[in-house]
């Protein structure tokens, strides 16, 4: 078969498209974590919703209850598991 082939250009072509789409999939991803990473560095109040959430944090004078069903469904999402809906 030859370079010109009507079926490989096709597949090439569709390689290209697929490639290019995830490149500015990146990109955007990229963009968007730059502008968090400097929010987060930058804003006093968005570093202790970041240590909140992720640490678990808290003030010296408060209590912080948690329901872990909820909690590690939550982080399921974030990190795109999608399982079926089971009652929390």
Not at 2 to 31: C, H, P, V
Not at 75 to 88: D, R
Request: proline share 3%; glycine share 2%; with cysteine.
């Amino acid at each position: 078969m030859t370079k010109n082939n009507l079926l490989i250009q096709y597949r090439k072509y569709s390689e290209l498209a697929d490639l290019r789409g995830k490149r500015k999939f990146y990109r955007d991803q990229i963009k968007e974590t730059q502008r968090a990473f400097s929010e987060l560095t930058t804003n006093p109040a968005t570093q202790e919703k970041f240590a909140r959430e992720h640490y678990w944090m808290k003030r010296d004078n408060e209590d912080v209850f948690c329901d872990s069903a909820k909690a590690r469904r939550k982080e399921q999402l974030k990190k795109g598991i999608n399982f079926p809906a089971y009652p929390l």
